[in-house]
């Protein structure tokens, strides 16, 4: 079974640039969630998506926005790049909603300059 | 708000010694406990996991953890760690009001393990 993929590996955009970031779950998986690590916030939940709808959100500003499609694939989008967008930016995907255990994709290492 | 607090932020350990990584919570409802390893240039990866029963978990590589439920404590043993342990620990959370999808994670803890 392949496991979470996230395309692309590394990206370098300018500020004030919009990115998006995709994400693939595991087969069978329905949930995806997306995290964001940065060595002076740790790991910070951005937000949920369950059968294409958001289900729970972070406290990220509007910029940070994404979608889940019909196939459970999601993107994620950041508007207006700032330098503290920086980071890197995780997928992890489970089965359902409920008590579950999520598996994590390698990351998106984006840098803002 | 929920909170996770990870004690050592760094831990420096000869092969063979004992591990324990210190985690509590801060929640006073059902919670779902987990803690994830990074090895580095790796993703994240579940180590262990606790949703209910037997308070002592086991999970992969030889670690174990313990839920004290009075302590909210969930902390992270290993009695004879390798130099292949080297890695970012993290302990995580999950409850059914926060979201049960809605890992919150606590700031890590960097293990080096010297041979």
């Known amino acids: 079974k392949a496991g979470v993929t996230q395309t692309p590996r590394y990206l370098i955009k300018t500020r004030g640039q919009q990115v998006t970031l995709s994400c693939s779950p595991i087969s069978g998986h329905r949930s995806v969630s997306w995290y964001q690590q940065t060595p002076g916030q740790g790991l910070q939940f951005l937000f949920e998506y369950f059968s294409e709808t958001q289900r729970n959100k972070g406290n990220f500003p509007g910029r940070f926005s994404g979608r889940q499609f019909s196939n459970s694939r999601s993107e994620m989008n950041v508007s207006t790049l700032e330098l503290g967008d920086s980071a890197l930016y995780l997928c992890?995907?489970?089965?359902?909603?409920?008590?579950?255990?999520?598996?994590f994709g390698q990351g998106t290492r984006l840098t803002v300059v | 708000a929920q909170s996770v607090s990870q004690h050592n932020h760094h831990v420096i350990l000869s092969e063979a010694a004992s591990l324990e990584l210190g985690c509590n919570y801060s929640?006073?409802?059902?919670?779902?406990l987990f803690w994830y390893v990074q090895y580095p240039g790796q993703h994240l990866q579940l180590l262990l996991k606790y949703f209910s029963g037997d308070p002592l978990v086991k999970g992969i590589k030889g670690f174990e953890a313990e839920f004290i439920k009075s302590k909210f404590s969930f902390n992270l043993r290993k009695p004879s760690v390798q130099w292949s342990d080297t890695a970012e620990y993290f302990c995580?959370?999950?409850?059914?009001?926060?979201?049960?999808?809605?890992?919150?994670f606590g700031a890590g803890t960097r293990l080096a393990v010297h041979p």
């Open positions: 929640y006073g409802g059902t919670v779902n």
């Open positions: 992890a995907s489970s089965e359902r909603q409920g008590i579950a255990e999520a598996f």
């Open positions: 995580a959370v999950t409850s059914l009001s926060g979201g049960y999808n809605k890992l919150i």
